[in-house]
């Protein structure tokens, strides 16, 4: 507050944030996997072991309920095609290992609807990659296109393209965790947990999570 105690512009958009975030549902008893580093887990409450700024972006949108207010969040700030990227583009990979898609021309579709959106100058969510980033991606739609239509074998295992959008993706998620959306995100999804600020935690702001050098937990 100032000095005749009135609130803040960023008090008051906290204040109205969290209450909205608490109005989304979802309740705080959601639960994380904790690897121990021999490979098993044990499933624990979110809210009594853990908080989002545990987290980086991949393990908080991997979470249905948490993936949702974080995309919702950023939209609140006009920035949410950055999470729903990384969103889809994780789901996309899941399916690949998941045996979901059952072909190369199956997983090729997926790519195309995903550029479509993301990827093309214009694009609905269009996301801010590199021309570099670009300029490979379009250059591997390409290949697997004449392998899959060309005198090429047909491109027939969806895991082929299971990396087409790694270049991409790593750049949306470093441009989104250096973003302020991202750390107020973060500290109101810990204050809805009832959680203290990030010092709390003998750390500041998003930590990579599994596979990225942070911590050993991942959102289920």
Known sequence: ADQQGRRTPRQTLRERTLRNLKGMGGGTQRTFKMNSGGGSASVLPLSSRACPLDFGPDAVLRDPALGRRCV???KGHFCHENPKFLRDVLRFKARCVGGRLGTGDQAYAEVAQLTKLYARPGAPYEVNTSHAVQLRLKQSIRRCKKELHGKHEPLENPMALYSIFDEAHNEIK??????????????????ALGRGPASHLGGGGARAGP??????AALL
Do not use: D
């Open 174 to 191: 470093k441009v989104m965790i250096t973003n302020e959306v991202w750390s107020v995100f973060l500290k109101v999804e810990n204050e």
């Open 211 to 216: 596979g990225g050098g942070g911590g050993g």
């Open 72 to 74: 919702a969040f950023h």
